[in-house]
């Protein structure tokens, strides 16, 4: 490929604003306090962990320590993406130079990165250069979202303790909390979430988020049936595997049914297996399941036509289902490139398969799932980065393919504003 | 990769004549007879469907109806390689520019088609620029075959119903009348079978063809389990789950054996969910599953080992474990790019493994699947594009490869025609 | 890519000496002693058979007959990796040309390459034009291991038939004469395991190495579980699936537990089904399941967290899932590119995946899994073309992404070393 027609192409991707569609930020403490709070990061300590492990490692809650002792590795994982997004927030927004990371002690690097985000303006500037203009949050339903900038922060409202945890009482307690509604029943249920979805509504909510296990199966579920799984939950504390699975899918519907009488998106995030390795540091247990079939998912967007479904995949073997799923439904929307999967060679395969058979204004481009500001700017150059080579081979491929007239570098970044600002706008009703 | 390279590749691949070993063309109405012929293919109306959903859409029976909603939303999926098909179409056979499908009404797209049409000498020339030499066609038991082109047009026995529709009463009374056979038993059944495999192979059939569900299961089946599925269907007029399973494959034994006495090959297209999506057009309804395992196929690959099986398979997921299949089974031939992996990164990323691993003998290249002649000069030069560009590459990495001696383009070419031309002569015993 | 990259990058790769952690080769009889000895490799039989089907192919024992059919049918399997293997084996060992192979009579090839083996300082020259340093074995738990040169072979114990054939009285007499203990009781079992384990251990075992099913799953199980499912073996002389299944895990308990005693890692070949094609060759007779979960691991690398498990996958579906439990896993090691997937391909496809997400000392780049020395050459010529191919691709990407800093090709070249020498020799202690 051209080198000059990529470089062209990334860098009209990369003056494009920011509209980052799903993150962990928290509004009232969006940005990086020290140096612990980016070192901090799941992916760094994991990887720490797992380049060397130390038994005690996990458990650390020191943040100078952990600080130390991810420094003291970073050798080990430096060929990461990983490793990069370090590499940008650090030269970008830290004064840390690549070459310090190894070369300073750990306390000087992080004195270093202490300066830089205690001098004034270091929020406005991390923002500015990054070009950020929206941010997504993932907001749990007894959150405060009063007083949050609606101009930055967009509210979205997590529904995965309602699936998955309704035998926990300190979910309930949210739930009740939030809602002010005593659940002994189905119905308080049904009525809590219909709640708490009004409440998020009236702060601006862009969509109902929701984490899931492989291999789920959705269906309809009886009152009857949800009662004797709800009424488990209260008297024992758990459920049986029988009951959790109904429970779930009853869920579903409630959310689906509270997404429809909103008009708000339902956006799934599919396929984790949470606590795989319990040894694993805080954010580092969870893994995927290659074997992930989505063919449980037929009921609920037969039945909620009319609610639409952002949905991402977290195995890569789950990627041309979902392609051809946004393809033939019309309610189930590809949205961006999850976790494990969100790797250039993996971010490359799924857009280019993508872009040839989805219609342009379903695909969803990209989101951070960052848990600080920082992260943003290096996590989408690396989409971005990704995006205009295919893009590029897209206007080349286009010159010489039999079926194809020629692509110009305009048309190739409409497509590619499309994925990043247009279609988002659009679903989630900000445009 | 040089441009030059593969454009040489390309023009020696286009120079070929296409044997098209699927499809769904009706040899008595095998050219579109107005734009809504080429426009009403599901792919479009699906394209459309899901782009933009309007609620009447997919029961819109009018014609004209279809074509101007289609073309309202063709921008909407400009994207798409089926855009693209659609675009060579108007170009090289209807008379219209890829500009005018957006800029013309939907009126004056249709009369220019229809002028093309209704022209004299349009079908002979749709030929005559497509190349096309041989169609494959997919034949009901009770079509009547008598009066076909046969220099043209080859039978191919599609054998679903007979697997997994037995308690479809049209179904049955079809197999009846085709074999001339009241089916009350087994015997019935295998009686009625070869009949119908009798009159096909009278006519020149190339081989049976069956699409199949994801995980399908084969195995030996007794007469008396045979029979309790079949009384299910004949007296309840459907079957459970395991009469349902048990008789698929009986009748997958059944259809083995009426391969084994005509000598016909087998053609399987693996792991379709029919239906998935109810409120899809006509033909937008199914999807795969990428959790599909073909272990199910060890009995009737082992056991009808003297039966060739053209394999083709829906999920990506499936692509190494057809080729690994290929390449050690004596009687399973990868055969073409099926539905949603015919797009092309899949196609090539399929490509450059069986060219890797399974002897060339073994590959079957390409097929259009189309149901209108016009479909079949843009599909193949998809196709073609994608197996000129592996071709380079194999030219280019011959060239420094440490184990390879140079390849040069004659004998990538003669690689290329063994896919396209040589081995499905020689196995469907056209040569 | 820029070739003279890609070339300096595999000659500084080519450099390496070979430290092949994965093969079959006999250190008695570790070189081909006729040309049958290459030509019988599994490989060329079963493409060979699957080429071309012959009924009494797959029985034949005659080695004559073995070179005489399969040299008949190679132009028909010409195309693939393994042809090109057998070249590079022909003309850098054998003294025959790349056109002789098709050219001569195969009694004119075999006698040319009798000459060559026969030919004083062959073996020497063998291994001296391989670069060949280290050779690890797999191992009986019988297997005389004294003698053996240590300078160049490893013991390494292959467990299979412990956790797969306890059944089988055959294996269980090997165990019994190999520990000299009668196993009556699962307390039997595992004292003879680690009787062998210390005996290996005493001998310089790398490592002990299973092959595993499909989709199999890790759990305790009790003495009583694991007694009555011995008591069924030792009986009726076979297990149903329950007690299989429990027997299974049982006895991978017991292994790593003699992998934790005796600190030697415990290297895991996932997914292979065994014997699901009987007509073919030995050898080719086995398949993979794409539909292949590594969620049943979970308790066996969990419980077992100080014991370090090299891992290979065979399908191709598993690649990603595999990245990421090494990416989280402190245990886990990404290790080669196993049999189906061991082609140029899905090489490729990994090692970008790994070389992005994985921390670079915890990939275990290649192994060849050969049978004769002779064939380590070419397979890891195959392996360091693609690994220089995505070095290349990473030095070229490191210059213009906007995350990376330029990457030098002395600094690609130690992450190649890396994979290839420094990792492996660190984990199996052979620094």
Known sequence: ???????????????????????????????????????????????????????????????DQIVRQVLERLPLFANTVQSDWLMVIGETFLGIKRSEWTSLAWQEVAAKAQKAIDAPGYRQEVLRRSGVQSIYMTNSCDEDL???????????????????????????????????????????????????????????????????????????????????????ALTTGRLDEQARRAWAAYALNCIG????????????????????????????????????????????????????????????????????????????YVSGHWWYQNSPSDIAR?????LDVVPANKLLGYYSDAYRVEFILPKFRMYKHELATVLAERVERSLTHPNMAPLDVDQALRLGKALLLDNPMRLFGAA
């Open 1 to 63: 490929m051209a080198a000059d027609l990529r470089r062209e192409l990334y860098e009209g991707l990369d003056a494009l604003p920011i509209y980052d569609i799903h993150t962990h930020i928290d509004a009232r403490n969006a940005f990086a306090g020290s140096l612990a709070d980016i070192i901090g990061y799941h992916y760094y300590t994991e990887l720490a962990n797992s380049a060397e492990y130390r038994p005690d490692f996990a458990a650390e809650m020191d943040p």
């Open 146 to 232: 009063e007083g949050i900038d609606r101009r930055l922060f967009v509210p979205c409202l997590r529904v995965d303790p309602f699936v998955f945890a309704i035998d926990n009482p300190a979910e309930r307690e949210r739930l009740e909390r939030a809602s002010a509604t005593v659940v002994r029943s189905p119905e308080d249920f049904a009525l809590a979430l219909r709640r708490v979805f009004n409440k998020f509504a009236a702060h601006g909510m862009a969509y109902a988020a929701l984490s899931t296990v492989p291999n789920l199966v959705t269906r309809p579920v009886s009152d009857e049936e949800a009662a004797a799984a709800l009424n488990q």
């Open 257 to 332: 049914d509270c997404c429809r009488a909103t008009h708000k998106p339902f956006h799934l995030m599919i396929g984790v297996r949470r606590g795989a390795y319990p040894a694993g540091v805080a954010g580092g247990r969870d893994l995927m399941d290659s074997a992930n079939s989505l063919v449980g998912y037929d009921y609920l967007f037969n039945e909620y036509w009319d609610v639409s479904f952002p949905v991402s995949v977290l195995a890569d073997t789950s990627g041309l289902e979902l392609a051809a799923s946004s393809w033939i439904r019309h309610n189930v």
């Open 350 to 354: 799924e857009l280019r398969r993508r």
